[in-house]
């Protein structure tokens, strides 16, 4: 009798695991029907190009592209770095960014964005707008693909504006220091295997040629510390592990990163690791950053909201 009680019990915890399964199903399916601004299946799995897919169309655009050499810049110069921008229909804090960073007589000639341009379907228009006059004023934007630059099969679109997510460049000062920049494209939480050979082979092909500072610039961050992006996109452990000790070997000064829309400071074995604020219209409170590279890389947020 025991022995009947029980199995009934398990069959009907079992029946309601299937019922809960079939039903989470169909309210993932109907979301995504009903909505343009979430893509929940891509929330769970990656539909479209793989990681080592769009590292191997990056490698093409960089053979074809080549690798920038920015020459003739002041031994400490400024770099302005935006995340999270998330554009849809708004972009006032955007225009603050371009604005800013256009009226800085002492900037860099170039910028940094480290993913999640837009928020939704289509908005890459909008946003390729109102980045349009650095390009105008002879300054550069160098970026790296965020999940949400990926959901509804978007890399074709980031791809064919902004080219490789995968890739270095050199700074070099009218006093002859270098500084070496590395995108890494963390769009789907993992770097994939193609990437992750070609960043140590080029840290440890860059590691004698006397850089004064080694950047890292990606969208994942690599310290959870908190729900706020629940399962979306982040680093599994083992590969948070392999990625700090390369690059604490390689002596990489800084890595920055976005993603969680809310900074945060940690060095970990003399790497510092720069989370930065979300610039999104929507934010309470929306901070971009300005890296001050000299000797020593300090940094400052400006709020513009």
Not at 8 to 31: D, G, K
Not at 294 to 300: F, L, M, Q, R, T
Request: net charge negative.
């Amino acid at each position: 009798m025991k022995e009947n009680t029980k199995y009934n019990w398990m069959r009907f915890l079992r029946s309601l695991r299937s019922v809960e399964m079939t039903a989470s199903v169909i309210l993932i399916f109907l979301f995504t029907s009903c909505t343009k601004n979430i893509d929940i299946l891509g929330l769970f799995m990656t539909f479209n190009e793989s990681p080592d897919e769009r590292f191997a169309q990056s490698m093409e655009y960089n053979d074809e592209h080549g690798y920038d050499k920015i020459t003739g810049v002041p031994d400490d110069y400024e770099v302005y770095v935006m995340s999270d921008i998330h554009v849809d229909f708004s972009t006032n804090n955007l225009d603050r960014f371009v604005s800013d960073y256009l009226a800085d007589s002492v900037a860099a000639p170039f910028a940094l964005c480290l993913g999640d341009l837009i928020n939704a379907t289509g908005h890459f228009d909008l946003f390729d707008e109102h980045v349009k006059p650095v390009s105008d004023a002879g300054r550069k934007i160098y970026y790296t693909v965020g999940n949400h630059d990926l959901y509804f099969d978007q890399w074709k679109d980031f791809f064919s504006r902004f080219g490789s997510s995968t890739y270095w460049f050199e700074v070099q000062t009218v006093s002859g220091f270098k500084d070496l920049y590395i995108s890494i494209d963390s769009g789907n939480g993992t770097l994939g295997y193609d990437q992750r050979r070609w960043l140590e082979n080029v840290l440890k092909d860059k590691q004698n040629q006397g850089y004064r500072h080694i950047l890292v610039f990606t969208h994942t961050h690599f310290f959870k510390k908190d729900s706020s992006q629940g399962h979306t996109s982040n680093f599994n452990l083992e590969e948070t592990y392999d990625l700090l000790d390369l690059f604490d070997k390689y002596d990489v000064s800084m890595v920055l990163q976005g993603h969680s829309h809310s900074r945060d400071l940690t060095t970990f074995k003399d790497v510092v690791y720069l989370r930065v604020d979300a610039l999104e219209d929507y934010a309470l409170d929306a901070y971009y950053t300005i890296l001050n590279v000299g000797n020593y890389i300090n940094y400052e947020f400006v709020k513009v909201n």
